[in-house]
C-alpha cells in the first residue's frame, strides 16, 4: 500500500513537473518569438514620448517701461465625440455664448472627419467667453439628475497663449505683429523673431508613471525694452492724424530721433493697423512698404538733400558761409538747364542765402564746382543708396545713382545736388543728416534700448557709421541753417528753442514727368543748435492745401518739437544756459 | 536510565519525521515572509516615486497656470493703463495738456535725470526643478545593484 502510495506520488508529480516545464517552454518559446518581439517593439515605441517644451515669447516694452507687446490666454473649445452626450444642446450653447453659427457647429459634432474622436468648434476665444461657458458647463452639470452625466458633457477647454498689444495700434509700424502661426511679422516682431521666441526644448518623458522625469529648464524668450517714448509715440501719431486733415494730405510720416546715440524715440506712419486684429492687414496695406514707410518706402526727397550738398561743399573747402555767387534763374549741367523752384533769378547771394531760399541752382553750381567724384564721396559717406542697418524690418536702400550706372547722366550731378533723381527713405536722411547735429559722426538709427534675459538687462550700446564731415563743418552749418530759419521767420521756429532745419519740396514724376500740383512735402530738422537733443524728419505725401514743405511739413515740425521737449523735459535755452553756467 | 540510552533517545527526537517536515515548512515560510517584506518594499519604494513624481505634474501644472495668471493680469493692467486710456481719463477729470510755455523749470540739488527703467537687474529664482535624487527614480533592484557595484569598485 506504501510503496503504491508513492509511485501515484511520483507518477503525479512527474505529470505535473512536466505541465510546469511545458508552461516554462511555451512561454519561452512566446517571449522569444517574432510576434513577441514586435510587441516589444510597439511597447518601446510608446515607452517615451517626445515633448516639445515651448518657452514663452519675450515682452516688448517701451523705455519707460510701458507693456506694448504682452501674452495672454485664449481658449480653444472643443468637443470629445466619444463623451459628447446631446451634440444639440453643445452646439446651442457655444454658438449663443461665442457667436458662431448653431448649424455649423453641429454639423462639425454629428459629421466629424473620419477617424477623429475630438473636433475644435472654436479657437482664441476670450478667456471671459470661456470661463462663462465652463461655468455654464458646470451648471448643467449640477442640475442633471444624480448620476447622470450633464448635456454638455463632452465639451473641452484647453488654454493656450496668444500675443496681445494693449496699445492696439500705437506704434504697429515698429512692433510687427504676431500671426497665429507664432511668426513674426514686420518692425521689432520680425527683425528680432528669434531671440523674443525663445529656444523650444525636447525631451524624451517615460509613458510610465513610476519613472519620475527631471522638467526641462525652458527659459522664457528675451524681453525687449525699446527706445520708443509711449507718450511721445502717441503725441507724434496725433499731430501726424492732425495734419492729414489740414492739409488734406495723403499719407505721412514723423520720425523723432536722438541725434546723439542714434535712439528712435517716435515713429508715426499712416496709415496704421489695430495689431490685435493683424488679419485685416491685407484690407489696410496694398504692399509692404506701406506698413512702415518710414524705414521702407524710399522717395525722392528734394531739398533736405540740400543740406548734405553744403555740409560737403563746406567741408571739402568749396564754399565758406560768406561766399557769394550771382544766381541767374539757371545753370547748364550735362546739356540740361536747371531751374529755381520759382524759376526766377536771385541775383548775389551767400551761403546762407543760398539755404534759406532753397536755390536749386546754388547747390548744382556747388556740386559741379566740387565736381563728380567729390560730390558722389560725400553722398555714399553720408549712407545715401546703402540701408542705414536700423533694426527694424523691411528696411529698403533707396537708390543713388553714381558715374559708371547704366541710368547716370551727367545732369544727374546737377539734379542730385537738390534731392532729385535720387530716393531715400525717411531713416537715410536722418542717418545722413545726424552727423551735421552730431559734431559730424553719423549715428546708427536704433529702436532696441535693451534685452531682459534670465533676469538680467543688457544695454545696447549706441553705434556710429563714420565721420563723413568735421566737427568744424557740422557747426558751421548747423549756424547757417538756423539763421536761414529765423531769416525767413520760418513756421519751423519754436518759441524758447533755437532749432535749425530744411524744407523740402519735391515734386512727384508721374508718367515720366514731374507734375507741378503733386509734391513730397518735407522738413528735417533738430534742436537745441547749440547742443542737439532731438531731430525730426516729417513727410506729408501729396499735400493739397499747400504743395510747399514749409507751408505744411515745417508747422508739423514746430507742433512736435513743442511736445517733445515737453515729454524729454528739455528746458528753453535760456534756462538750459543758466543752469550750464551754474 | 545510562548515558547510551539518552544519546539513543537525543537521536531519535532529531530524525523525527514529523520534526524534519517542521523544519522544512518553517525554512519555507521564511522565504516566503522574506519575499513578502522585499514585494513589500519594491511596492513602497515605487509608490512613493509615483506620487512624488504626481506631485511633480501637478506643481509644473500649477507654475504654467500661475505664469499665464499673471501674464494675463500684466496684458489687463497694460491695457488699462494704455496711452488713449490714461488720456481719456485724464481728460475727464479735468486735466488738460500742457503747452511747451507752461512748464517751469526748477534747480533742484541732487535730482538727476530719469533713466530709462530698468526692468530687472536681479537674477530670477529657477523655476525649473533641482536634479532629481536618485531615491526618486530607482528600483529596488537598481540600488542593489548600484550598492554591489560600489562594493565592488570599493574591494578593487
Known amino acids: ?582 | 536510565m545510562n548515558i547510551q540510552n539518552v544519546t539513543h533517545l537525543v537521536h531519535a527526537y532529531k530524525i523525527a519525521p514529523w520534526r524534519v517536515n517542521r523544519q522544512l515548512v518553517g525554512t519555507a515560510l521564511l522565504a516566503v515572509v522574506a519575499l513578502a517584506m522585499v514585494a513589500t518594499l519594491y511596492l513602497d519604494v515605487t509608490s512613493q516615486a509615483a506620487i512624488a513624481g504626481r506631485e511633480i505634474q501637478d506643481l509644473t501644472a500649477s507654475i504654467t497656470i500661475n505664469q499665464q495668471v499673471s501674464g494675463d493680469l500684466q496684458t489687463q493692467l497694460a491695457t488699462l493703463t494704455s496711452a488713449s486710456v490714461m488720456k481719456q481719463r485724464a481728460l475727464e477729470l479735468g486735466f488738460r495738456p500742457m503747452e511747451s510755455g507752461q512748464a517751469e523749470y526748477l534747480v533742484v540739488a541732487g535730482y538727476s535725470v530719469i533713466e530709462p527703467e530698468i526692468l530687472s537687474s536681479v537674477p530670477l529664482p529657477q523655476l525649473s526643478a533641482l536634479s532629481i535624487p536618485p531615491e526618486y527614480n530607482e528600483s529596488l533592484l537598481d540600488w542593489v545593484d548600484e550598492r554591489i557595484s560600489s562594493s565592488s569598485r570599493g574591494m578593487q
Open chain 1, 1 to 582: 500500500m506504501r510503496q503504491q502510495y508513492a509511485r501515484r506520488t511520483q507518477a503525479l508529480t512527474f505529470a505535473m513537473g512536466l505541465a510546469a516545464l511545458a508552461i516554462i517552454v511555451q512561454m519561452t518559446r512566446i517571449q522569444n518569438s517574432e510576434e513577441a518581439a514586435t510587441f516589444r517593439q510597439q511597447a518601446s515605441n510608446y515607452a517615451y514620448e517626445l515633448r516639445t517644451f515651448y518657452p514663452e515669447r519675450g515682452e516688448i516694452y517701451d523705455r519707460n517701461g510701458h507693456l506694448l507687446a504682452g501674452n495672454k490666454s485664449v481658449f480653444e473649445i472643443g468637443v470629445d465625440l466619444k463623451n459628447a452626450k446631446d451634440p444639440e444642446a453643445i452646439a446651442a450653447a457655444v454658438s449663443v455664448e461665442l457667436g458662431v453659427d448653431y448649424a455649423q457647429v453641429l454639423d462639425v459634432i454629428q459629421n466629424p472627419p473620419e477617424g477623429l474622436s475630438y473636433v475644435v468648434v472654436a479657437d482664441y476665444v476670450e478667456a471671459q467667453k470661456a470661463i462663462h461657458l465652463q461655468e455654464l458647463k458646470k451648471k448643467v452639470q449640477e442640475h442633471a439628475p444624480e448620476g447622470m452625466l450633464g448635456e454638455l458633457t463632452g465639451l473641452e477647454f484647453k488654454s493656450h497663449p496668444q500675443r496681445s498689444y494693449p496699445e492696439n495700434s500705437l506704434a504697429s509700424n515698429i512692433i510687427g505683429f504676431l500671426n497665429r502661426q507664432g511668426l513674426g511679422y514686420f518692425g521689432i516682431e520680425e527683425k528680432y523673431d528669434t531671440l523674443l521666441a525663445g529656444n523650444p526644448v525636447q525631451v524624451l518623458i517615460p509613458t510610465d508613471p513610476n519613472k519620475a522625469f527631471e522638467i526641462p529648464r525652458v527659459p522664457d524668450g528675451t524681453t525687449l525694452v525699446l527706445t520708443i517714448n509711449r507718450d511721445l509715440q502717441a503725441a507724434a501719431e496725433q499731430i501726424l492724424d492732425e495734419a492729414l486733415v489740414t492739409y488734406e494730405a495723403q499719407s505721412g510720416t514723423i520720425v523723432v530721433m536722438d541725434p546723439r546715440n542714434g535712439e528712435l524715440l517716435a515713429m508715426a506712419v499712416t496709415p496704421r493697423m489695430d495689431l490685435n486684429q493683424f488679419w485685416n492687414y491685407d484690407v489696410i496695406y496694398h504692399n509692404a512698404t506701406e506698413y512702415n514707410p518710414a524705414v521702407s518706402m524710399p522717395y525722392e526727397p528734394g531739398s533736405v538733400v540740400k543740406i548734405l550738398t553744403m555740409a560737403a561743399a563746406l567741408d571739402s573747402g568749396a564754399v565758406v558761409p560768406n561766399t557769394t555767387y550771382l544766381d541767374t534763374g539757371s545753370i547748364l549741367v550735362g546739356g540740361a538747364t536747371i531751374q529755381n523752384w520759382n524759376q526766377e533769378p536771385w541775383g548775389v547771394q551767400d551761403m546762407i542765402g543760398c539755404l534759406q531760399h532753397s536755390l536749386n541752382v546754388c547747390m548744382a553750381t556747388l556740386s559741379t564746382q566740387m565736381g563728380a567724384g567729390t560730390f558722389y564721396s560725400y553722398m555714399n559717406n553720408f549712407g545715401l543708396g546703402h540701408l542705414t542697418g536700423v533694426d527694424l524690418a523691411g528696411e529698403s536702400a533707396g537708390r543713388l545713382k553714381i558715374p559708371g550706372d547704366s541710368d547716370w547722366y551727367p545732369v544727374d550731378l546737377g539734379t542730385n545736388a537738390f534731392g532729385q533723381g535720387v530716393s531715400a527713405t525717411p531713416i537715410q536722411i536722418m542717418m545722413a543728416a545726424s552727423s551735421i547735429a552730431n559734431k559730424g559722426r553719423i549715428v546708427t538709427p536704433h529702436a532696441l534700448y535693451a534685452m531682459v534675459r534670465d533676469g538680467r538687462q543688457y544695454d545696447v550700446p549706441a553705434q556710429f557709421a563714420g565721420t563723413p564731415i568735421s566737427e568744424q563743418t557740422a557747426q558751421t552749418l548747423s549756424e547757417m541753417l538756423a539763421i536761414s530759419l529765423e531769416s525767413e521767420g520760418s513756421l519751423a521756429l519754436v518759441p524758447g528753442y533755437r532749432v535749425a532745419g530744411k524744407t523740402g519740396t519735391a515734386q512727384i514724376p508721374v508718367d515720366g514727368f514731374y507734375d507741378n500740383t503733386q509734391t513730397n512735402a518735407s522738413f528735417i530738422g533738430w534742436g537745441p543748435v547749440d547742443a542737439p537733443q532731438f531731430m525730426i524728419y516729417v513727410w506729408l505725401e501729396r499735400p493739397v492745401t499747400s504743395i510747399w514743405g514749409s507751408e505744411t511739413a515745417a508747422p508739423v515740425f514746430a507742433q512736435i518739437a513743442e511736445q517733445t521737449v515737453i515729454l524729454l523735459d528739455i528746458p528753453p535755452d535760456n534756462i538750459r544756459q543758466q543752469l550750464v553756467a551754474k
